[in-house]
Structures are given as structure tokens and as C-alpha cells.
């Protein structure tokens, strides 16, 4: 069995690649969604763009790397910085902070791989078609609400 039974949510919101991250910010703030698909103009998908993403750009490069800072109370009520930082970074593109190496789910993935890429990731996957556009999202959400509705058919009978 394949991802195409399972009714997953059709991509109402994507974003051009070349939008700053402040209009992506806005739109999942408004939307009250962590993350929203890149596509070009026609529809292909090009990457995703998190709140967390965008969250961690925020953050000193010092605390981000490897062996940086742990801890970082010494610095304070930091408002002033991470608004700071916001604005510098708002003008940069969501292409620039996008994480375009995103596992993508084809519309005929079988079911089992489908939910092993599920584990694996933070986010619903996108659902790309045979000509590279953009389907829909599949969430983990979904995923397990359709296996549910099958187990009760299955038991019903």
C-alpha cells in the first residue's frame, strides 16, 4: 500500500524562494504553523522553512557550533539582541535559511517507508509528484489518524 490513500493535506501555503524571512516569519505566525514549503512559480518544491530554523539563526553563532557556549545567562534579558538580529536577518531570503535537504515522500512511497522518513523528521514531509510539484504535506498527524480508521475497519470485521 502506497501514501496515495492517505488523505493528506493539500499545500494551501508555500512560499517563493526568494521571500525574505521576515514575510515567511509573518505567514506561520499568522497561520499558526512551525513550517512552510519553498516553491518557484511552478510549483516545484525547492525546500522548507521552520520557525525553528529561523529561531536558531537568531542565536550567537558562538552557541550554535559544535563545541561553542552551553550556557548562556550571563548575557541577560537579550532582547535587544535577538531583536536586533531579527531585523538584520528578516532581509535575507528563505532560500538562504530554508533546509532544502529535506526528505521528500513521492506520491507512490509505500506506507512503511513513508512512516520511517516520518520518525526521522521534525516536520510533515512534502509530497512531490512524478513532474516535481508539489502535492500536499504529510504529517505524522495523518499518517497515524488513517492507520487508526484501517485497525478499526480491520477489527470491525
Known amino acids: 500500500m502506497t501514501i496515495a490513500n492517505i488523505p493528506y493535506r493539500s499545500p494551501a501555503l ?16 499568522e497561520k499558526e504553523i512551525n513550517h512552510v514549503p519553498l516553491c518557484d512559480a511552478e510549483r516545484r518544491f525547492c525546500g522548507m522553512v521552520s520557525t525553528n530554523a529561523i529561531l536558531q539563526e537568531l542565536i550567537p553563532i558562538s552557541a550554535r557550533s559544535e563545541h561553542g557556549l552551553t550556557d548562556l545567562k550571563f548575557a541577560g534579558d537579550a532582547t535587544r539582541l535577538l531583536t536586533a538580529h531579527l531585523r538584520d536577518l528578516g ?5 538562504d535559511t530554508a533546509k532544502t535537504a529535506t526528505p521528500v515522500l513521492n506520491e507512490n512511497c509505500p506506507l512503511l517507508e513513508a512512516a520511517l522518513l516520518l520518525t526521522q523528521s521534525t516536520a510533515p514531509l512534502p ?5 516535481g510539484k508539489l502535492r500536499g504535506m504529510l504529517s505524522r498527524r495523518a499518517l497515524l489518524d488513517y492507520l487508526v480508521r484501517e485497525a478499526e475497519t480491520a477489527y470491525a470485521r
Open 127 to 131: 509530497v512531490i509528484g512524478a513532474d
Open 14 to 29: 508555500c512560499i517563493d524562494p526568494d521571500a525574505t524571512l521576515m514575510e515567511a516569519l509573518r505567514l506561520m505566525l
Open 91 to 95: 532581509k535575507n531570503t528563505v532560500r
